[in-house]
């Protein structure tokens, strides 16, 4: 089992920015990726951003060269965050951590509100 504690999220007028944090514990050994997921109201849940274990990212042609992903690893834990800047009113949702082994655990969300 991973459990997932998220932090950070807000209400940041445009151009602004944010800065969403993950936590992992549990059997943090079998994660594989770590990310972030987002979904606004009315739309399907997509992906933002993930890295692997061994560091490699990935992001959404939507958010490349604005979000910025990162990881650290401890004996314990694993944790990602999420560093958005130049945010747009379009990247308003409520965001989830997620965790993939060979199953995928999910944070409980956090809002992310963008005024413009």
């Known amino acids: 089992q991973v459990q997932l504690v998220e932090s950070g999220g807000g209400l940041v007028q445009a151009g602004g920015s944010l800065r969403l944090s993950c936590e992992a514990s549990g059997r943090v050994f079998t994660i594989n990726v770590m990310g972030w997921y987002r979904q606004a109201p009315g739309q399907e849940r997509e992906l933002v951003a993930q890295i692997t274990r061994g560091g490699s990212p990935t992001y959404a042609d939507s958010v490349k060269g604005r979000f910025t992903i990162s990881k650290d690893t401890t004996k314990d834990t694993m944790s990602v965050n999420l560093q958005m800047n130049s945010l747009k009113p379009e990247d308003t949702a409520v965001y989830f951590c997620?965790?993939?082994?060979?199953?995928?655990?999910w944070g409980q969300g956090t809002q992310v509100t963008v005024s413009s």
């Open positions: 997620a965790a993939y082994t060979w199953e995928y655990y």
